[in-house]
């Protein structure tokens, strides 16, 4: 079955949103677009309790965008964002989610972040992502949305350890940091992910 796997395309990471990805908003029309081609859709939800520990606001003399060190990791201070049940939290207005056979929330555990829509940054707890695709046989996945660099990034390398084949579909991402993004892409062609455009599909 040909599956699709779409990160967090929500209104607090479009350009007007609270974690705005620039162009995040242009994605759309080519998600809905893209969605006929597979069989199997899947959507992600990045689903922040209001006192979650990525958030600057609930760490005293911090900022947007310092990094501290959370269980012994990095982790980036973002603003608030994508707090379960906001207008921020859903998903852009325009985009199609009427083929989402699933959506996965991640994030909801208020003292560790989940970039990856397969496991929280500690790699401690699995959001069942893995175990469902399995059930289904699944052995190929699409991922696209955003951030390219954030959690579209680290969910593809989760997807690639958890034994799947891994496309990444360019033109139905954008990233926080493109440039940045353009050394992972590197990365991630390395590891054997394809990197594919949507006209190819
Ligand atoms: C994301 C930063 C914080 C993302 C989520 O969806 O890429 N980025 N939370
Ligand atoms: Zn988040």
Redesign the pocket.
């Known amino acids: 079955m040909k599956t699709l796997l779409i990160?967090?395309v929500q209104n607090d990471?479009m350009p007007s949103g609270s974690?705005p990805v620039p162009n995040g908003d242009e994605i759309v029309p080519v998600i809905n677009k893209v969605q006929d081609k597979f069989d199997l859709v899947i959507g992600t939800q990045?689903w922040h309790p209001k006192d979650h520990i990525?958030f600057a606001s609930n760490h005293e003399e911090k900022s947007n965008f310092d990094v501290i060190e959370i269980h012994n990791q990095p982790q980036t201070l973002?603003p608030d964002?994508c707090v379960q049940g906001t207008e921020g939290a859903k998903f852009h207005p325009g985009l199609n989610t009427e083929k989402f056979e699933a959506i996965f929330r991640k994030?909801t555990d208020k003292t560790i972040d989940s970039?990856s829509a397969f496991y929280d940054n500690g790699h401690l707890k699995s959001t069942g992502l893995t175990g469902y695709l399995k059930d289904k046989e699944i052995t190929q996945l699409y991922v696209c949305g955003?951030?390219a660099d954030?959690?579209v990034y680290f969910s593809i390398i989760d997807a690639l350890q958890e034994g799947f084949s891994c496309y990444f579909i360019d033109d139905a991402s954008k990233a926080l940091d493109a440039k940045e993004f353009e050394t992972l892409k590197k990365e991630m062609i390395a590891k054997g992910i394809q990197i594919v455009r949507s006209e190819s599909l």
Request: proline share 0%; hydrophobic share 50%; net charge negative.
């Open positions: 990160i967090d990471f974690l990045d990525s973002w964002h994030g970039y955003l951030a954030i959690c």
